[in-house]
């Protein structure tokens, strides 16, 4: 039994390391989009929050964050969290989940507040890469776009409210992001 955790454990870090990161990363690229909406790519979430082994997830995703140590390597892996979790709290509330979306939505944006905060830190100890800056306030503004559609569509107050709360943490993340720069 103690053999076969063991191997459980072991096999989870392997998967850690065999997807990388950067592998994962979002795509970000600026283009003149006529329709109005940002070119930038959201990943893939994998399974929501409503689904039984998201705790797992929680758990494989905390201990990544963890054994991250590389401060721009944890910033791009914060972002693709963050991004995830904006598409999750889309998805969750294109299928009428509201509550869960909202609070997941909110913790997208807090988390999203958190990489700018970190990318500020890197930029005073002069460790920013170039163009990191400009990724992550492309993605504060598609966080924005999204989340905007959302408050459009809605009809009850307090949904939009809540929603409008959250907006407005993405607007205090586009502007620190400046700090960045």
């Known amino acids: 039994m103690k053999n076969r955790f063991l191997g459980l454990v072991l096999s989870f870090i392997i998967g850690f390391y065999?997807?990388?990161?950067?592998?994962?990363a979002?795509?970000?690229?600026?283009?003149?989009?006529?329709?109005?909406?940002?070119?930038?790519?959201?990943?893939?979430?994998?399974?929501?929050?409503?689904?039984?082994?998201y705790k797992i997830k929680l758990l494989r995703d905390r201990i990544l964050m963890f054994v991250t140590k590389d401060p721009i390597r944890r910033v791009n892996l914060q972002l693709l969290m963050s991004d995830k979790q904006l598409v999750m709290g889309q998805l969750l509330w294109e299928k009428g989940k509201n509550d869960l979306a909202i609070t997941t939505l909110s913790k997208s944006e807090k988390d999203l507040l958190t990489v700018v905060t970190n990318l500020v830190q890197l930029k005073k100890t002069s460790a920013l890469s170039e163009g990191l800056a400009d990724k992550v306030e492309l993605a504060a503004k598609k966080h924005e776009e999204t989340i905007s559609k959302l408050v459009s569509t809605v009809d009850d107050s307090a949904k939009k409210k809540e929603l409008e709360t959250i907006l407005e943490i993405t607007h205090q993340a586009i502007q620190q992001v400046s700090l960045a720069k």
């Open 18 to 24: 065999a997807v990388s990161p950067t592998f994962a």
């Open 26 to 53: 979002v795509t970000a690229t600026v283009s003149a989009v006529p329709t109005g909406t940002l070119d930038y790519n959201l990943p893939y979430p994998g399974i929501l929050p409503d689904h039984p082994l």
